[in-house]
């Protein structure tokens, strides 16, 4: 298992699913397309209220933002091959585009959005310390 902090984009190919621990903590999950031309698939998983927002206001076909960890976990396969699987452990999801009003008022409301600004220069959401080169 290994963690990357990930800023990624894309369509929303499978709706949230939400899901709830047995401490009644929610879970929401869904399946991100980052790459259209190649179909490169990531799932996204939430926790808490941001699982809450997240099953309320997005769906499928939507464009978000997602903020989170990158996980790559090892499985063995039936045949005894290793299996990797992509998967982003979000802190802050955020829809873009024109949605509706109640959809943007809930994801402006909750503390756990980052917003984006499409003027921003890529340059000021990177901390130079955290490059490794």
Known sequence: ?????????GT???AP??????????IAGFSLNIDPQNETILRVVAFGNLAENISATVAQGDEVIVEGRLQINTYKLPNGKDKKVFEINANAVEKMGAGSSKATAAVQNSENIVSFNQDEIAQDLIDEDEIPF
């Not at 699913?17 to 929610?26: G, V, W």
């Open 17 to 26: 699913e939400k899901r709830f621990t047995q401490n009644d903590m929610a």
């Open 1 to 9: 298992m290994s963690f990357a902090k990930a800023f990624v984009s």
């Open 12 to 14: 929303v190919v499978k």
